[in-house]
């Protein structure tokens, strides 16, 4: 049975005393005094019918209701002993209360809704729900949370309730009262302070920071660094700052200030950095009694000193604690990056367990490592190592270590005096301290320095080399030398005998086992008793031997300290002469020639082949190589082979121990163009045709296989400047290299230009170029030169008489206003009283041959520059009509183009177009010809005047005739009078 | 400037440049509240001071100061272990000012003036933003109190010719 609660409203009031009576079973009644609210106590579950009867002295009223569970709100009990406990470092407020007691008697779900508060502005800065279930009386919570302010900035309040959430109750969730405000106060008002203090943080994180004044301060400015924030109050004396994602600070930390006033200064200092970030523990031993263990820090925490991460080394199977000074130590100076610990080897336990623990303000981080000691022995490179070359191609060597060792592999690097590596491996048993192991090292070359440096690792477990040792160097001793000389001669035969010069090839160190010390050189003629004898310093590769014509045997052989080489035997046939087919042609590479041949008919002995590095010089440096038996190819390569150098190679075979030329073989190692020009003679065999003929090039200057000649030719306009060369050039391909001689044909009279280029497949090298002048016959010629010459003479005498029978037409056309401006024959006299000033001082003469045309009617002159003249050929009666076209533009003074005109020479009329060149307005062009002030000028020149002048003729004359001067003038006015005085006759 | 103060006046700079913003800005400026407690160096009655109270005001000066930059000294070296010069300028003002006061202490006993009682500052539970600020007053405080015992000097050499 529970109890519930029951309400209702009174309903409209009256005076008089009413009392209520509630029965909600037909047996259970209750009676309220005065009252709207009464308790009763019914069964949680079902429907119940509640009657409410309200009574006074007028008479009752019952109201009925039907209740059900939903209708019924349960109302959980307030929090009880709500106690709120901060913790200012950590800024936490932890919060404890009992849930109260409940009027239900089974376990129900309840939330406590918690709220915290500013005080002083009484705002909620953070509400949250705690759920709990409340299933036993005075039951006991905590709650704790963690304020993004420091709770010192200013009083935090808390206050919580209860709200119902069961579902079984399946009623209306009611809640509680809050309880009592429980408040932390803030700083007090005694001074000005700032929080929080000296905090150690994370990179990243967000931070608030407060500055509380004291009493009768203000705050004027709260800075971050050098960064002004927005800035909150948080009360009357308090305000705050906040970063968010706080970078990470410099070793003295980031300060936060806070200026007051009166001036006053606060500030407090954050060191943002990271938790340990340390990694990759390992652990080995180096000398089996003590081990290493060693770490890389990974990520700089950024925090120093006092905040720094600090490490602890706990071996777990022994629960003792490593040595950690180095790690620990403020100024450790990192090797190779990492820290380490050190941890004495305990006598009998070999598996270890290792964890380290690094801690800082903001973390921890821990890291395991597990070893058998004797898996992870990293040995010490030997104290001692001291090698002994106790002969020629072996020697010992002898280590030792200050501590023990247990079997060791070991390598030891051998480097010869030419650098070359050879690692070889060898195992150590057992090893005392600083007891000495002795190594045998054998298979190496006499006369040879060698060093040796060498490490070891452990052999059962191999972990890690050490690291190698110091160096120590011995050389081998000598031995005799291995093998024989590689001789060879060269032979000059002379008519008192043959001067051998035997040549021989220094033995490679690997077969002189030593330092060579001469040269022993013996020789003997075939089949005979008596051997001769030389001796050749060490420094030279050759000597000359001067013999009959007998066959010889020479044998040379090398010497050094303990013996000689084996003797080296070449055979000379004193009357054998070495005669080989023609060369054949061979190519090559820039390296050298790759070369074959025939196998000889009774080889022996390998074939030697031959040849000279430069063989323009007079000492060719004859090279040879021996190639062995049944082998007819080669590669012969050199540094000194050189482009467009022909090298001739001979093979010859070895047959018995004699040597006789097999083949002979020229090549390039690489063609160049010829690199002289062919010098060409050309010989004209008509205008038409011409003979090159040209010299062969000197073989040194071929560079190359001549393949061919090109005959370039082209004709040219002007012979002396070769820059204005015209013409296509033509281009003959000889394709065969004997030819010297070449005709070329279809030529035109002209100057042409030769030029004749060898070729090789190195290219086209260069030509002197030749000229050839082609010319006609002299009559042709003379013709060429006369023809025009006449022509011209002619066009001149045609030219005058055109410009005379024209005067009188010109005039018309160009001074129409001048007073009588015709004159005809006879009737053109001069005026009366102007004689001594005449205008023009010309004759009446009568034309016989010349009737001149007026104008074509309905032409204006002036607009028209066409003037048509009649003539009448006297001699024939024919009529020729002359068509005079001009130019239209006004030039008085221009310079006339007037071409000659034969008249009697043109049988038939014909119509000539003559178009003078436009050049425009040019008055001043021949100021000559119109000089009036010229003292040598007659009088009837003198009216020429100016050249506007209207009764000027000027422009009758022709020009060459007025550019001629006075005297041509005067010859011209003379030749008018001359007219004149034929019109009299 | 004589060398002394050229030491007092480098490890008062570098100790703002090792502290972070804003004490390596040029316009910081502490207010003088936060200053250690040091005998004054320019006080407006110096001219009516004794000689043996000018010796004693820099006896007790240099006394307090020796222990401030002992204490200085050592906070640096943990604040920024890495500021090798700050901590060698701090270790020659440190020696500087020690020999300064056994010189004062050898006048005063030839001028028969007893040393006074002092007792050595402790370091005080400050916040390291407080010990930065310290610093910095500390280190004007040993140039300011460098350019009086100067002066002071000066004036007890005009008036003992035979010092």
Same mark, same amino acid.
Not at chain 1, 448 to 463: G, I, K, M, P, V
Not at chain 1, 705 to 718: L, T
Not at chain 1, 884 to 913: A, C, E, F, W
Not at chain 2, 39 to 54: F, G, I, V
């Given at each position: 049975?529970?109890?519930?609660?029951?309400?209702?409203?009174?309903?409209?009031?009256?005076?008089?005393?009413?009392?209520?009576?509630?029965?909600?079973?037909?047996?259970?009644?209750?009676?309220?005094?005065?009252?709207?609210?009464?308790?009763?106590?019914?069964?949680?579950?079902?429907?119940?019918?509640?009657?409410?009867?309200?009574?006074?002295?007028?008479?009752?009223?019952?109201?009925?209701?039907?209740?059900?569970?939903?209708?019924?709100?349960?109302?959980?009990?307030?929090?009880?002993?709500?106690?709120?406990?901060?913790?200012?470092?950590?800024?936490?407020?932890?919060?404890?209360?009992?849930?109260?007691?409940?009027?239900?008697?089974?376990?129900?779900?309840?939330?406590?809704?918690?709220?915290?508060?500013?005080?002083?502005?009484?705002?909620?800065?953070?509400?949250?729900?705690?759920?709990?279930?409340?299933? *036993?009386? =005075?039951?006991?919570?905590? @709650? +704790?949370?963690?304020?993004?302010? /420091?709770?010192?900035?200013? &009083?935090? $309040? %808390?206050?919580?309730?209860?709200?119902?959430?069961?579902?079984?109750?399946? *009623?209306? =969730?009611?809640?509680?009262? @809050? +309880?009592?405000?429980?408040?932390? /106060?803030?700083?007090?008002? &005694?001074? $000005? %302070?700032?929080?929080?203090?000296?905090?150690?943080?994370?990179?990243?994180?967000?931070?608030?920071?407060?500055?509380?004044?004291?009493?009768?301060?203000?705050?004027?400015?709260?800075?971050?660094?050098?960064?002004?924030?927005?800035?909150?109050?948080?009360?009357?004396?308090?305000?705050?700052?906040?970063?968010?994602?706080?970078?990470?600070?410099?070793?003295?930390?980031?300060?936060?200030?806070?200026?007051?006033?009166?001036?006053?200064?606060?500030?407090?200092?954050?060191?943002?950095?990271?938790?340990?970030?340390?990694?990759?523990?390992?652990?080995?031993?180096?000398?089996?009694?003590?081990?290493?263990?060693?770490?890389?820090?990974?990520?700089?925490?950024?925090?120093?000193?006092?905040?720094?991460?600090?490490?602890?080394?706990?071996?777990?199977?022994?629960?003792?604690?490593?040595?950690?000074?180095?790690?620990?130590?403020?100024?450790?100076?990192?090797?190779?990056?990492?820290?380490?610990?050190?941890?004495?080897?305990?006598?009998?336990?070999?598996?270890?367990?290792?964890?380290?623990?690094?801690?800082?303000?903001?973390?921890?981080?821990?890291?395991?490592?597990?070893?058998?000691?004797?898996?992870?022995?990293?040995?010490?490179?030997?104290?001692?190592?001291?090698?002994?070359?106790?002969?020629?191609?072996?020697?010992?060597?002898?280590?030792?270590?200050?501590?023990?060792?247990?079997?060791?592999?070991?390598?030891?690097?051998?480097?010869?005096?030419?650098?070359?590596?050879?690692?070889?491996?060898?195992?150590?048993?057992?090893?005392?301290?600083?007891?000495?192991?002795?190594?045998?090292?054998?298979?190496?070359?006499?006369?040879?320095?060698?060093?040796?440096?060498?490490?070891?690792?452990?052999?059962?477990?191999?972990?890690?080399?050490?690291?190698?040792?110091?160096?120590?160097?011995?050389?081998?001793?000598?031995?005799?030398?291995?093998?024989?000389?590689?001789?060879?001669?060269?032979?000059?035969?002379?008519?008192?005998?043959?001067?051998?010069?035997?040549?021989?090839?220094?033995?490679?160190?690997?077969?002189?086992?030593?330092?060579?010390?001469?040269?022993?050189?013996?020789?003997?003629?075939?089949?005979?008793?008596?051997?001769?004898?030389?001796?050749?310093?060490?420094?030279?590769?050759?000597?000359?031997?001067?013999?009959?014509?007998?066959?010889?045997?020479?044998?040379?052989?090398?010497?050094?300290?303990?013996?000689?080489?084996?003797?080296?035997?070449?055979?000379?046939?004193?009357?054998?002469?070495?005669?080989?087919?023609?060369?054949?042609?061979?190519?090559?590479?820039?390296?050298?020639?790759?070369?074959?041949?025939?196998?000889?008919?009774?080889?022996?002995?390998?074939?030697?082949?031959?040849?000279?590095?430069?063989?323009?010089?007079?000492?060719?440096?004859?090279?040879?190589?021996?190639?062995?038996?049944?082998?007819?190819?080669?590669?012969?390569?050199?540094?000194?082979?050189?482009?467009?150098?022909?090298?001739?190679?001979?093979?010859?075979?070895?047959?018995?121990?004699?040597?006789?030329?097999?083949?002979?073989?020229?090549?390039?190692?690489?063609?160049?163009?010829?690199?002289?020009?062919?010098?060409?003679?050309?010989?004209?065999?008509?205008?038409?045709?011409?003979?090159?003929?040209?010299?062969?090039?000197?073989?040194?200057?071929?560079?190359?296989?001549?393949?061919?000649?090109?005959?370039?030719?082209?004709?040219?306009?002007?012979?002396?400047?070769?820059?204005?060369?015209?013409?296509?050039?033509?281009?003959?391909?000889?394709?065969?290299?004997?030819?010297?001689?070449?005709?070329?044909?279809?030529?035109?009279?002209?100057?042409?230009?030769?030029?004749?280029?060898?070729?090789?497949?190195?290219?086209?090298?260069?030509?002197?170029?030749?000229?050839?002048?082609?010319?006609?016959?002299?009559?042709?010629?003379?013709?060429?030169?006369?023809?025009?010459?006449?022509?011209?003479?002619?066009?001149?005498?045609?030219?005058?008489?055109?410009?005379?029978?024209?005067?009188?037409?010109?005039?018309?056309?160009?001074?129409?206003?001048?007073?009588?401006?015709?004159?005809?024959?006879?009737?053109?006299?001069?005026?009366?009283?102007?004689?001594?000033?005449?205008?023009?001082?010309?004759?009446?003469?009568?034309?016989?041959?010349?009737?001149?045309?007026?104008?074509?009617?309905?032409?204006?002159?002036?607009?028209?520059?066409?003037?048509?003249?009649?003539?009448?050929?006297?001699?024939?009666?024919?009529?020729?009509?002359?068509?005079?076209?001009?130019?239209?533009?006004?030039?008085?003074?221009?310079?006339?183009?007037?071409?000659?005109?034969?008249?009697?020479?043109?049988?038939?009329?014909?119509?000539?177009?003559?178009?003078?060149?436009?050049?425009?307005?040019?008055?001043?062009?021949?100021?000559?010809?119109?000089?009036?002030?010229?003292?040598?000028?007659?009088?009837?020149?003198?009216?020429?005047?100016?050249?506007?002048?209207?009764?000027?003729?000027?422009?009758?004359?022709?020009?060459?005739?007025?550019?001629?001067?006075?005297?041509?003038?005067?010859?011209?006015?003379?030749?008018?009078?001359?007219?004149?005085?034929?019109?009299?006759? | 400037?004589?060398?002394?103060?050229?030491?007092?006046?480098?490890?008062?700079?570098?100790?703002?440049?090792?502290?972070?913003?804003?004490?390596?800005?040029?316009?910081?400026?502490?207010?003088?509240?936060?200053?250690?407690?040091?005998?004054?160096?320019?006080?407006?009655?110096?001219?009516?001071?004794?000689?043996?109270?000018?010796?004693?005001?820099?006896?007790?000066?240099?006394?307090?100061?020796?222990?401030?930059?002992?204490?200085?000294?050592?906070?640096?070296?943990?604040?920024?272990?890495?500021?090798?010069?700050?901590?060698?300028?701090?270790?020659?003002?440190?020696?500087?000012?020690?020999?300064?006061?056994?010189?004062?202490?050898?006048?005063?006993?030839?001028?028969?003036?007893?040393?006074?009682?002092?007792?050595?500052?402790?370091?005080?539970?400050?916040?390291?933003?407080?010990?930065?600020?310290?610093?910095?007053?500390?280190?004007?405080?040993?140039?300011?109190?460098?350019?009086?015992?100067?002066?002071?000097?000066?004036?007890?050499?005009?008036?003992?010719?035979?010092?």
């Amino acid at each position: 049975m529970l109890t519930f609660i029951c309400s209702w409203s009174a309903g409209s009031e009256t005076n008089l005393k009413t009392t209520y009576k509630i029965c909600y079973k037909p047996t259970h009644c209750e009676s309220v005094e005065r009252n709207v609210s009464g308790k009763i106590n019914l069964a949680l579950f079902g429907a119940v019918q509640i009657h409410i009867t309200a009574i006074n002295t007028l008479g009752s009223a019952t109201a009925t209701f039907q209740v059900t569970k939903k209708d019924i709100t349960f109302i959980p009990p307030v929090p009880q002993n709500v106690k709120v406990v901060p913790d200012f470092s950590s800024q936490t407020l932890s919060l404890k209360w009992i849930g109260g007691v409940s009027a239900l008697a089974f376990p129900t779900t309840i939330e406590f809704e918690i709220q915290v508060l500013w005080t002083e502005k009484m705002e909620v800065i953070h509400t949250e729900s705690y759920a709990a279930q409340l299933d *036993s009386q =005075n039951k006991t919570f905590q @709650w +704790s949370w963690i304020s993004g302010v /420091p709770l010192n900035c200013t &009083s935090h $309040s %808390v206050r919580i309730r209860s709200i119902s959430t069961d579902i079984l109750m399946n *009623s209306k =969730n009611g809640s509680s009262d @809050w +309880s009592k405000l429980q408040t932390i /106060p803030g700083a007090d008002d &005694s001074k $000005s %302070v700032m929080f929080p203090e000296d905090k150690v943080v994370r990179v990243g994180t967000n931070m608030t920071f407060c500055c509380v004044a004291g009493r009768g301060q203000r705050i004027k400015t709260l800075v971050y660094g050098a960064e002004h924030l927005p800035c909150s109050e948080l009360g009357i004396r308090s305000k705050a700052i906040t970063k968010y994602n706080l970078p990470p600070s410099d070793s003295a930390g980031t300060n936060i200030m806070c200026n007051l006033d009166p001036p006053h200064l606060l500030g407090t200092v954050v060191f943002v950095g990271y938790p340990p970030d340390d990694q990759q523990l390992e652990c080995e031993t180096r000398d089996l009694q003590n081990i290493v263990c060693y770490w890389s820090p990974g990520r700089q925490t950024m925090l120093l000193r006092e905040h720094r991460t600090f490490y602890t080394l706990t071996e777990r199977i022994s629960g003792k604690n490593a040595s950690c000074h180095q790690a620990n130590d403020d100024d450790a100076d990192l090797n190779d990056d990492k820290y380490k610990c050190n941890f004495p080897v305990i006598s009998g336990q070999q598996m270890y367990k290792f964890l380290l623990k690094a801690k800082n303000p903001l973390g921890e981080v821990k890291t395991n490592y597990t070893l058998n000691l004797y898996t992870r022995v990293y040995p010490y490179s030997p104290s001692k190592v001291t090698v002994l070359c106790t002969g020629s191609r072996q020697t010992k060597l002898f280590l030792s270590w200050g501590v023990s060792y247990k079997n060791m592999t070991c390598q030891f690097e051998i480097v010869t005096n030419n650098k070359e590596k050879q690692l070889r491996n060898f195992t150590l048993p057992d090893q005392e301290a600083n007891a000495l192991s002795r190594v045998a090292v054998d298979q190496l070359y006499p006369d040879t320095s060698y060093s040796f440096r060498t490490r070891c690792a452990s052999a059962e477990h191999f972990w890690k080399w050490s690291s190698w040792s110091e160096s120590k160097t011995c050389k081998t001793q000598e031995e005799a030398p291995s093998k024989a000389l590689d001789v060879w001669r060269e032979i000059k035969r002379t008519e008192h005998g043959q001067n051998v010069l035997v040549k021989w090839k220094p033995l490679p160190h690997s077969d002189a086992k030593g330092t060579i010390v001469k040269y022993e050189i013996t020789w003997n003629v075939v089949n005979e008793v008596g051997e001769q004898s030389a001796i050749a310093p060490v420094s030279v590769n050759s000597t000359e031997l001067h013999l009959n014509f007998s066959d010889y045997v020479i044998a040379v052989r090398a010497v050094n300290s303990v013996g000689s080489s084996p003797s080296s035997q070449i055979r000379i046939l004193g009357l054998f002469e070495e005669q080989a087919d023609e060369p054949s042609i061979i190519s090559g590479m820039p390296s050298g020639f790759n070369l074959s041949w025939s196998p000889g008919t009774n080889e022996t002995c390998g074939y030697i082949v031959e040849w000279c590095l430069f063989p323009d010089t007079l000492d060719c440096n004859m090279q040879w190589e021996r190639v062995p038996p049944k082998t007819t190819h080669t590669v012969i390569t050199s540094d000194g082979f050189r482009p467009g150098v022909r090298y001739s190679i001979s093979v010859y075979g070895c047959s018995q121990h004699k040597e006789y030329l097999l083949k002979k073989m020229v090549g390039y190692t690489q063609e160049l163009a010829p690199r002289r020009a062919v010098k060409v003679k050309a010989e004209a065999n008509s205008s038409h045709t011409v003979t090159l003929r040209w010299e062969d090039i000197p073989v040194q200057d071929h560079q190359g296989f001549i393949r061919g000649y090109r005959v370039y030719y082209v004709p040219q306009v002007n012979f002396s400047a070769r820059s204005q060369k015209s013409g296509i050039k033509e281009v003959i391909n000889i394709t065969d290299p004997d030819v010297r001689n070449v005709t070329v044909t279809n030529l035109h009279s002209a100057t042409y230009e030769f030029t004749v280029k060898a070729y090789t497949a190195g290219g086209e090298g260069i030509g002197e170029p030749i000229n050839i002048n082609l010319v006609d016959s002299p009559l042709g010629l003379f013709l060429a030169i006369l023809i025009p010459l006449g022509v011209t003479c002619f066009c001149g005498i045609l030219l005058g008489i055109f410009c005379y029978t024209k005067r009188n037409c010109v005039k018309e056309t160009f001074y129409p206003d001048v007073p009588n401006p015709e004159i005809h024959g006879e009737q053109w006299s001069v005026v009366e009283g102007r004689s001594s000033n005449p205008t023009f001082d010309v004759k009446p003469f009568i034309p016989d041959k010349v009737w001149i045309i007026e104008s074509v009617p309905g032409k204006d002159v002036d607009d028209s520059d066409i003037c048509t003249m009649e003539m009448n050929n006297g001699d024939n009666g024919s009529v020729n009509n002359l068509e005079v076209i001009s130019d239209s533009g006004y030039k008085p003074q221009m310079r006339p183009h007037v071409p000659l005109l034969d008249v009697n020479h043109t049988p038939n009329p014909q119509h000539l177009d003559l178009t003078e060149q436009s050049e425009g307005y040019q008055p001043q062009l021949k100021v000559s010809n119109w000089s009036v002030e010229s003292p040598e000028v007659d009088e009837a020149s003198a009216c020429i005047g100016s050249p506007t002048s209207v009764n000027s003729t000027q422009f009758l004359l022709p020009y060459q005739a007025s550019e001629e001067g006075q005297s041509t003038r005067s010859s011209s006015w003379k030749f008018s009078s001359l007219m004149s005085s034929a019109q009299k006759r | 400037m004589p060398p002394e103060f050229f030491y007092f006046f480098s490890s008062s700079f570098v100790q703002l440049q090792c502290q972070g913003d804003p004490f390596n800005q040029s316009d910081f400026r502490p207010s003088p509240s936060s200053q250690p407690d040091l005998p004054r160096p320019l006080p407006e009655m110096w001219h009516s001071l004794t000689d043996n109270e000018r010796l004693l005001d820099n006896f007790t000066a240099h006394f307090l100061l020796s222990h401030h930059l002992r204490h200085t000294q050592e906070e640096q070296k943990e604040l920024n272990p890495n500021a090798t010069v700050l901590h060698a300028l701090l270790e020659t003002s440190l020696n500087r000012t020690c020999h300064l006061l056994a010189n004062i202490r050898a006048v005063m006993d030839n001028m028969g003036v007893a040393p006074p009682d002092l007792d050595a500052p402790l370091p005080g539970n400050v916040t390291i933003f407080e010990q930065k600020v310290k610093g910095y007053w500390v280190c004007e405080g040993s140039r300011d109190w460098l350019e009086r015992t100067e002066r002071d000097f000066a004036s007890l050499v005009d008036k003992l010719p035979n010092f």
